[in-house]
């Protein structure tokens, strides 16, 4: 069965320091793989996505993403983190012939000034 | 309205208790997702629509739970005989394209908030 792994629950960074979220999945071939950010009080916003191809994705909000084939992972990095940064963050997967998508439990980012 | 939007962003039902969400997608997206969201765990999928095709409901937790979709426009989520363990937000997505990489990028809708009491 797919999994995903968010293995940081909190994160608190300071503004201005860098960040990085993990995230690994389980899955047989290489799934289609996304991040969203949930805002306290709003919906979820995909941040950014990949499919094929290079391997380091850019996403909004001055977010990026690698994807590490061999190590299953997909973890989140942004360089200078913003107060509006504080937020929950999920990864999820979905097979790449398939429907469902797999979300991780998520990580929740504060930052501190 | 550009967004999804749904209703009632809050609910609170007593136990037993039959209860209907909504889901508005974004006008022309035809593919249309249903979760589930308990606190402090992440997305469970619940069903997905693609259309007029027969809706993917690998993810219904039991047979309490049912969805309706009519073409490309609103969706229903029932949830008859409700339990406590239903408590969560339930989330709708809508995305653009039965093929192709833009059936996955899904804009989500707010949310409704259900409590069993």
């Known amino acids: 069965a797919q999994s995903v792994t968010q293995p940081d629950i909190h994160i608190t960074v300071s503004e201005g320091a860098s960040l990085e979220l993990r995230c690994n999945y389980s899955y047989g071939a290489t799934p289609y793989l996304f991040w969203y950010v949930q805002s306290p009080g709003q919906g979820l916003q995909l941040l950014l996505k990949?499919?094929?191809?290079?391997?380091l994705v850019q996403g909004i909000k001055g977010f990026e993403a690698e994807f590490k084939r061999s190590q299953s992972s997909f973890n989140l990095r942004k360089p200078s983190v913003h107060w509006s940064d504080a937020a929950e963050y999920f990864c999820?997967?979905?097979?790449?012939?398939?429907?469902?998508?797999?979300f991780g439990t998520g990580t929740s980012l504060t930052v501190i000034p | 309205g550009a967004g999804v939007s749904q209703s009632p962003s809050n609910k609170v039902t007593e136990k037993g208790k039959d209860v209907e969400l909504r889901c508005d997608p974004i006008s022309g997206h035809t593919a249309l997702y249903w979760y589930r969201q308990r606190l402090g765990q992440g997305l469970e999928f619940l069903i997905y629509?693609?259309?007029?095709?027969?809706?993917?409901k690998s993810g219904l937790p039991s047979d309490r739970f049912s969805a309706e979709r009519t073409g490309e426009s609103v969706s229903t989520l029932t949830i008859q005989r409700t339990q406590q363990e239903d408590s969560a937000v339930y989330l709708c997505?809508?995305?653009?394209?039965?093929?192709?990489?833009?059936?996955?990028?899904?804009?989500f809708g707010p949310g409704t908030r259900l409590t069993v009491t």
């Open positions: 629509f693609q259309g007029n095709s027969a809706p993917d």
């Open positions: 999820a997967v979905v097979p790449n012939t398939g429907n469902q998508f797999y």
């Open positions: 997505a809508s995305s653009l394209g039965a093929n192709g990489q833009a059936r996955y990028e899904q804009y």
């Open positions: 990949y499919f094929s191809g290079d391997t």
